[in-house]
C-alpha cells in the first residue's frame, strides 16, 4: 500500500508540474493573462501532502 500511495502522490506532483508549465507556455503565445486557476495547484499541494501522509501511515500500519 506504501507504493500506491507514493505513485499517487508521484502522478499528482507530474500533473501539477504539466499544468504550470502549459500554463507559462500559454501566457507566452497570445500576451493575455491566461495562467491557471490558482485554486488547482493548491488542490494539488493538497492532494500531494495528503498521499504522502496516508503512505507513511500505510508504512507504519504494515510494520
Known amino acids: 500500500m506504501t507504493g500506491f500511495f507514493l505513485l499517487l502522490a508521484a502522478i499528482v506532483l507530474v ?3 504539466v ?3 502549459l500554463g507559462r507556455l500559454s501566457d507566452g503565445e497570445d500576451r ?3 495562467s491557471i486557476n490558482p ?6 499541494a493538497v492532494l500531494f ?4 501522509y496516508w503512505a507513511f ?5 504494515e510494520q
Open 32 to 34: 493575455e493573462k491566461s
Open 39 to 44: 485554486i488547482w495547484l493548491l488542490f494539488a
Open 19 to 21: 499544468a504550470v508549465l
Open 49 to 52: 501532502v495528503g498521499f504522502c
Open 57 to 61: 501511515l500505510a508504512s507504519k500500519w
Open 15 to 17: 500533473l501539477a508540474i
